[in-house]
């Protein structure tokens, strides 16, 4: 099986978890996602009152720079060890 299809069946995976995952595991698993299918952050960080939105772009500018498939391997590794800590 290759990266690309390893991420994709740990993106079906991380939506079937029996456990919610605490929030700095939330946004490491988003950014790794974000990172893998987008690649580097773009745009402006979200301001004001939108913390959820802020706290999800600096996770996911945290990584720039790491390559796709390095983050695709990362997302599967996460969702992975998140399945065995249920």
Do not use: C
């Not at 994709?8 to 988003?30: C, F, G, H, V, W």
């Amino acid at each position: 099986m290759t990266t690309k299809e390893e991420f994709e069946n740990a993106a079906i995976q991380s939506k079937e978890l029996t456990q919610r995952p605490s929030n700095e595991d939330l946004l490491k698993l988003y950014s790794l996602f974000k990172q893998a299918s987008e690649g580097d952050v773009r745009g402006e960080r979200p301001a004001g009152f939108d913390f959820k939105g802020a706290a999800k772009y600096d996770a996911w500018e945290s990584i720039k720079g790491t390559s796709s498939e390095d983050a695709m391997a990362q997302y599967v590794a996460l969702v992975g060890q998140l399945h065995v800590n249920e």
